[in-house]
C-alpha cells in the first residue's frame, strides 16, 4: 500500500526535521493568525444594508427554500416555519432569533494546538486551493487530479506558515475509487499536515468516516472531539433557491457533534442569481441563512459561518468570471451583511486565468483585497487556483503565498505605527540634507524586520536578472515548488494516533468504504 | 524632418477618424473622470495624523529645508522665514496660512477642452509611465529609449480613454540631443494627442518653450492661457530635505502664471529617507509643504498638489521596491495627511518586477489600489512602467489599462446599487427553484451592460484558450499593443495651429534650443 510506504519514510525522517531547519527552500514569515485591523470598505449605507436584508427576509418568508432533505424539513415544520412538499418558508422574526444563537467567534483547534484558528472578529486565515478536477504546472501542462498530485499540494499546505487551513482536495485523486476516496485523501491530509482539515459533505458515510479520523489523528475521546471544533465542512446550496440532501445531512451530523458549518452559495449573477449584483447578494444571503436557521433550530449555538461565492458570469461565453469589480463589490456588500448578522465570513481568492500569469494574478489580487475590504474571516481558494477552479497549480500556489505574505504584512502595525521612534525626527535631524539613511544607527537597529522580505519576487535591477537567467515569476515559482517538495518533512505525530489511523483505514475500506451510486 | 512628415500623414487620416471609429483594436470603456466612492483607508487615527503633521512642522521649524535657487530663498527671507545660507525654517502658522490659500480642487484644460481633467474631491485620473531611460518589449528585449518607442507610447496614451494625462515623456528618446529633445516631444506630444501635457521642470528655457508650446497648441491667447490650469509640472525634491535650483524655478515659473505644481518627494525609506514608513512619510510632507509654501507665497492660490513617493529599499540589494506593504501603508497615510491640508494628491502604479509577467501584476494591483484607498487624485505612472520605472513597456500599458478599467468599473455605482431593481426580487420569484437567469427579462434588459466587459484578459476555459494557441497574457497585449498602432489615427487638431506649433518648433531649434551643460 503506497499508503504505508509513505507513512514509514516520514516518520523515519521526523528526527531529522528540526536539524535541517536551517536549510529550507525560502525563508517565510512565521506562523500567526492575521488580524485585519482595517475599517471595512462599505458600498452599501446602512439603508442600502437594511434593503438587502429585508429583500433575503423577503425570499425566506414569500418564496422560500427548497430542503431536499426530509429530516430538514421536518425540523423546520416542527420548528413553525410554512412547508409545502420541499418548500419551506420562514418569516423574519424565527430566522433573526436562530442566528442570534451563532457565535460571533469561535476556534478550530487541528491536532497540533499551536495551528489552532480563530474564525470571527478581525482574525482571518487562508485555506489552500480546494476541489478542482485538474492540476496545471509548467512542466507537465493540464491533467487530470491523481493522488501524487495531492500529496503534492498537501506538503505545500503544510510547509507555508501563511496556510492556516488544509480545506477540500487541493485535486480531486480521480485514480482513486470514489468509495474510499476519501479514506485515503485524509490518511494523507491528517499525517502529511497538522492544520485544521475539511470534511465533504457528501454522504454519511464520508462525514462519519472524516469525523473518526480526525478524532484518531488528535488522540481525542469521543466526548474530547465533540467539546470543542476540531474540524468542518462547508456546503454549498444548489442556486438558485435549493439545499440538497448529501450538504444538508453533513451538516447537520457536524452540528450535532458541535463542528463549524460554513454555507456558501454560489450565486453567479446572469445563471443562477439575478444579473444585478445586489439581488445576487440578496439571494446568497437567503440561502446561506436557511441553511444555518436548520443548524441552529437543532443544535443551538453550533459554530456557523456565511460564505460568499458570488461572481458574474462573461456575457460572451457564459463561463465564470472571477475577481471581476462585481466581484469586489458583491464580497464587500455580503461583509456587511455577516457583519449585520454578527456571524464570521469566508471569501475566496479567484481568478478565470488558465495560467499563473499577469491575469492571473491581478484578478486573484482583486479577489484577495476584496476580502481584506471586506473582513473576511477564512480566505478560500487562496493559494494554487487557476481557471475558476477547475486547475490546482503549484506555480499559482507559491505565487498566491508571496500575496498572502504580503498582506499578513500589511496587516503588522509596525508598517503605520506613528510612535516618536517611527516618526523618527531625531534621525532626520542628525543625517541632515547632505547624507544617507543606511549607515545611522535608527536604520540599523530595525533595518532587518523592517521591511517584507519577499520569496519568489526578484527585486534585482533588470541585468542582474537577466545574468542570472531572465527567468520570469512562473519559473521561479516551478523552481520553488520543486524545491519544497524536495525537503519536505511531515510533521511530528504520536505514534500510537498514527497507528489508530491507518487500522481505521485498512478497516473501512475492508468494508468497502461509502457507497457510491456509480 | 521626420517631425513633418508625420504631421502630414497624419493631418491626412484625420477625416477616415469616425469612418473607422467601427474597426477598433478593443472595445473600450467611453471616456470619464472616474469618482471613487469609498470612504479612504486610514491606517492612522486621528492622533497619528497629528503626529505625523506635528513630526513635518517640526522638520520645517527645527531643521529647515534646503532651497538651492537664490529666487526662492530672497521670497522665503522676505516673508519672515529664518534663512542660514541655503537652509530656510518656517513654522507651523505661516506654513499653514500658505497651505490654506491653495484650492482643494482645481481643473487642467487641454486644447481639447473634452480632455478636461480635474483634480481633487473624489476624483481620479490616470496618467501614463513617464522618465524610463529604457523601454522593453517582446520583441526587442530591454534598450534605450528612443523617438519612435516615445512616439508608440504617445499613441497608446491618446487610444486609450482611461489613460486621462499624456505626463512626462514614456521613454527618454536620448537619440534627440537633450537641447531640443522637449520641442520634438512636445510637438509629438500636442498633435498625437489631446490630453493634458505636463512640462519637466528642467530649466527656464525648456519650461518657457513649454508653456508656449501648449498655448500654441491650444489656439489661445496669453492672457487665455494664464486664466486657467492648461498644464502642470511636476517637481520631485532631493530627498532628504532639498529642492534643487531647476525644479524650484520651473515651479515658480508655472505657478506665476496660474499653471498647477505638483510636489512629489522621493522619500525611499531606508535609503533617502527613515527606515520606518511614518517617518519617512513625515519628510516627505516637510518637503512637499516647504515648496507649496514657496509657491502659494508668490502666488496666492495657485493650483499645486501633493505627490507621494514613499516604498522601501530592498535591504538585499539597496535596490527600491514597489507595491510593496510598506508602499501601499505609507501612501494611505499620505493620503489621510494630505486630506488634512486640504489639498489634491499624486500617488502612482508601479512595480519592483523586470517583465509584465505575475509579480509586475500582483505589485501594480498593490500600488494601484493603495491609490484607491488613498483617495488619491491622480495617478502617475498607471500603465506601462517595470523595473522601479527604468523599463517602459506597451504590453505592461496594456495590461495595466484593463487593471484601470476595473477600478473605473468598480467606482461605478451599478455595481453596488440596491433599488428594487436591482434587488430582483419579482426576478427570483419568477425564476424560482428549478429555472434559469439567462433568459428572463430582468436579465435581458441588462446583461449588455451588467458586467466589466475585458479586452485583454481572456474568461474562456482552458480548452477553447489551449484551442486558440494557449496564449499567455503578456503576449495577447503584445498583439493588442501592435494593432492599436496600426489603426492609430491622431485626434484632429486645428490647422491654423498646428502650422504655428511647427513653425516655432523649428524656429526655436534654429535658436539652439535649451542650454546643456554637456
Same mark, same amino acid.
Given at each position: ?23 529550507? =527552500?525560502?525563508?517565510?514569515?512565521? *506562523? ?11 458600498? %452599501? ?5 437594511? &434593503?438587502?436584508?429585508?429583500? +433575503? ?7 422560500? $427554500? ?10 423546520? #415544520? ?10 419551506? !418558508? ?31 472578529? #478581525?482574525?482571518? @486565515? ?24 495531492? #500529496? ?21 485523486? @480521480? ?7 476519501? %479514506? ?17 459533505? %457528501? ?69 443562477? =442569481? ?38 458574474? @458570469? ?30 464570521? /465570513? ?8 488558465? @495560467? ?5 494574478? *491581478? ?7 476584496? =476580502? ?5 474571516? /477564512? ?6 487556483? %487557476?481557471?475558476?477552479?477547475?486547475? =490546482? ?13 504580503? $498582506?499578513? !504584512? ?49 527585486? &534585482? ?5 537577466? +545574468? ?10 516551478? &523552481? ?17 494516533? !498514527? ?20
Amino acid at each position: 500500500m503506497t499508503d504505508d510506504q509513505g507513512r514509514k519514510r516520514r516518520a523515519g525522517g521526523r528526527a531529522g526535521m528540526k536539524a535541517r531547519a536551517g536549510s529550507a =527552500a525560502i525563508e517565510q514569515m512565521p *506562523w500567526r493568525i492575521p488580524l485585519n485591523p482595517d475599517r471595512p470598505t462599505e458600498p %452599501l449605507d446602512a439603508e442600502g444594508v437594511q &434593503r438587502v436584508h429585508k429583500a +433575503a427576509m423577503r425570499i425566506l418568508s414569500e418564496i422560500g $427554500i427548497e430542503f431536499l432533505n426530509p429530516d430538514a424539513v421536518a425540523h423546520l #415544520k416542527k420548528a413553525g416555519c410554512i412547508v409545502n412538499g420541499t418548500n419551506v !418558508r420562514m418569516d423574519e422574526d424565527f430566522v433573526m432569533e436562530m442566528v442570534g444563537r451563532a457565535p460571533e467567534t469561535f476556534t478550530i483547534t487541528p491536532r497540533n494546538p499551536d495551528h489552532e484558528i480563530i474564525m470571527g472578529g #478581525k482574525h482571518m @486565515v487562508f485555506v489552500n486551493v480546494s476541489s478542482p478536477p485538474n492540476a496545471w504546472d509548467m512542466e507537465r501542462g493540464k491533467r487530470s487530479g491523481d493522488f501524487e498530485t495531492f #500529496k503534492e499540494f498537501m506538503k505545500l499546505t503544510q510547509y507555508f506558515n501563511c496556510i492556516h487551513v488544509a480545506g477540500g482536495y487541493p485535486v480531486e485523486p @480521480v485514480d482513486i475509487h470514489a468509495s474510499v476516496r476519501h %479514506l485515503d485523501c485524509l490518511h494523507e491530509k491528517l499525517t502529511l499536515t497538522d492544520k485544521v482539515v475539511h470534511a465533504y459533505s %457528501l454522504g454519511a458515510e464520508r462525514v462519519e468516516d472524516v469525523m473518526e479520523m480526525v478524532r484518531i489523528a488528535g488522540g481525542l475521546s469521543h466526548s474530547e472531539f465533540d467539546a470543542r471544533p476540531r474540524m468542518y465542512t462547508n456546503i454549498n446550496s444548489v442556486s438558485p433557491l435549493k439545499h440538497d440532501f448529501p450538504m444538508l445531512d453533513g451538516a447537520m451530523r457536524l452540528a450535532k457533534r458541535g463542528q463549524p458549518v460554513v454555507v456558501t452559495p454560489f450565486t453567479l449573477a446572469g445563471a443562477m =442569481a439575478p444579473v444585478t449584483m445586489a439581488g445576487a447578494v440578496a439571494l446568497s444571503i437567503a440561502e446561506a441563512l436557511a441553511a444555518i436557521v436548520l443548524l441552529q433550530y437543532i443544535a443551538p449555538g453550533c459554530p456557523v459561518a456565511i460564505g460568499t461565492f458570488t461572481s458574474n @458570469v462573461d456575457m460572451k461565453s457564459g463561463a465564470p468570471a472571477f475577481g471581476t469589480p462585481e466581484y469586489m463589490r458583491a464580497t464587500q456588500m455580503t461583509g456587511q451583511l455577516v457583519r449585520f448578522y454578527g456571524l464570521p /465570513m469566508r471569501a475566496s481568492g479567484v481568478c478565470a486565468a488558465n @495560467v499563473p500569469d499577469g491575469q492571473a494574478m *491581478w484578478e486573484t489580487s482583486n479577489s484577495l483585497w476584496s =476580502a481584506v475590504q471586506s473582513r473576511t474571516n /477564512m480566505v478560500y481558494h487562496a493559494a494554487g487556483w %487557476l481557471e475558476g477552479g477547475l486547475i =490546482a497549480s503549484p506555480e499559482k500556489f507559491i505565487m498566491d503565498c508571496e500575496v498572502l505574505q504580503m $498582506i499578513q !504584512r500589511y496587516f503588522e502595525e509596525a508598517t503605520f505605527a506613528s510612535t516618536d521612534d517611527d516618526l523618527a525626527f531625531d534621525a532626520i535631524r542628525d543625517v541632515g540634507p547632505n547624507g544617507h539613511y543606511f549607515g545611522v544607527q535608527h536604520t540599523q537597529d530595525r533595518y532587518q524586520t523592517a521591511f517584507y522580505a519577499p520569496f519568489v519576487s526578484d527585486w &534585482r535591477n533588470y541585468e542582474a536578472w537577466q +545574468a542570472d537567467g531572465s527567468v520570469w515569476t512562473v519559473e521561479r515559482a516551478h &523552481r520553488i515548488y520543486k524545491q519544497i517538495l524536495a525537503e519536505f518533512e511531515a510533521p511530528a505525530m504520536d505514534d500510537v494516533a !498514527r497507528e489508530e489511523l491507518t487500522r481505521f483505514v485498512a478497516r473501512r475500506k475492508q468494508e468497502g468504504g461509502a457507497p457510491t451510486d456509480f
